[in-house]
């Protein structure tokens, strides 16, 4: 078992997002988390990645309880992927640098081959300004692979591109997770992207069902 | 990769670095001139005092040199002391000269005159006056000078290196007295080096009960005047940087909150908080050493300037010792790295997700 959310609840302002969620995932599992606007996707993915503490309940990723975690920084670092809709990259730092802006030492002699696998080393020394929507969330894609994690977190990856540029970036995900064993949980509005993952769960106003 | 990192950054954010950096460079430039300057005027005085003579009489309890008052009858008497190798005599005043409204005027005994060193003319006799080659130059009348509703004749153009002396106007200690209604402001003791000054000091001090006799050390290390300079100075100076920290942080503080969004990426990426705080800090103390380089310069400039501007008669200068540099280059330090520190340690006390979404 690679995560698992028990009795999650949420509340911001006095708005309950999150209405005691349970979600198991295992290890090498792709999930998809579908679910409109508002639903609570985002919420549920930042708990289970560590970036925002619930108000109520508990999750234990990769043998860890969250709570106990000291160096969160650290964990996240060593065992998490991110990859936003937004791409959020640093305008003001290279790809290369975007993508080895938290790296680990040891894992800096693995991204030229990285590069090359996601078809991005010609954009090495560009800004993300200077490219396409499409290459930013490849980039992204890199960051989030850069530290070699256990767990990637996908929060509506493709939300920001066209159905061919959607495809291609998912596809990809699936094809890098599949080949380094890496766990991925997705949050997503297009069914049919969702329908690539291993499991897929439906959010609905703060509460979660498998989807059938 | 840090400062490379920290390079790009204030590139990228190059407006409110600006406003940062010109906040600095008023703000340490205020804090040289006004230092420099206080610092010059007691160092001016200081010196004069300090090439006079080895020991200082003057009035008892006053809180000024401008109001002292001994009587030179106690000149003989001193000289007779053993060890005694010479006594002075110089009153110190001020008064409006031409369009110049204000004129330090010294009134000395003949054995100073060696003191001023002669450009043109010489030493002057009853009714003359030497001046010093920075008021000589704005004088319109160069022939003869109003000094409180007498006429003096100039007899002569000295130079010195003090600038309070070299924008004042020499005269005999009689004409002075004469002006001023004393006898003289202090006396200068100079004394064999081989003799114990407490104890001449202790002799003198039994001629008259009227008078206060110290060290010239003792008398600037605790000349009331110069502590009031440096005390003015000091809290001038202090407000200057409480105003430097104050928009160094606001600056700072709208930096951050426009950034929040990369910090929040950062966290959620796994970089600590300590080294977002270092980058930050970081761009802070780059934009510091920089502003204070620029702030240096302008300082040496602005000082040259001020030296130079005949209105000031040369009474206005100063000079950036290596101390004060240390100084105020540690103040600099202290004011980015609090500026920078504040806010950005307020903004990654929240979580990730948080910084992502208020950066939106």
Redesign the interface.
Known sequence: MMIEAKALTHIYGSDEVLHAVNLLVQEGEFVAIVGESGSGKTTLL?IL?T???PTQGSVEIIGNKTKRIKKI??????N?G?I?Q?H?L????TVY?NIT??IDKENKTAVPMLLKELGIEALRERYPYEISGGQRQRVAIA?ALA?HPKVIFADEPTGNLDSKNSNNVFALLKEMAKKNNITVVVATHDLQQAKNADTIYEMNDGHISNYN | MLLA?VL??I??NRVKTALIYISLVVTISAIFLISAISHGVISMYSNILQSSGDIIVTQKNISDTFFSNVDTQLMPKIEKIAGVKRVSAIIVGASPVEVLPIVAIYGVSKNLYPRYKLQLGEYPKKGEVLVGASIYKALTNKKELHIANKSFVLSGVFHSEIGFENGGVVMNLEDAGAIFNKSASMLYVNINLAQNAQTIMKEITQLDTNIAVKSTKDFVNHYNQFKIISSSSLLVSLIAFIMGLIAIGSIMSITVLQRK??FG?????????VKITSLIVLEGIVTGVFAFVSAYIVSIIALELIKNIAKFQGYVSGTIDAQLAVSVFIATMVMTVLGSLIPVYTALKV????L?QRG?
């Open positions: 930042s990645s970036l925002l503490t920084d650290d964990f996240r670092r060593k998490i991110f936003f937004f959020y640093i305008n003001y730092l640098e802006l938290a960051r530290n | 990192t790009k950054a590139r990228a969004d990369e990426i950062m966290k959620a990426l796994g970089i600590s908080s979580d990730p997700v948080t992502i939106n």
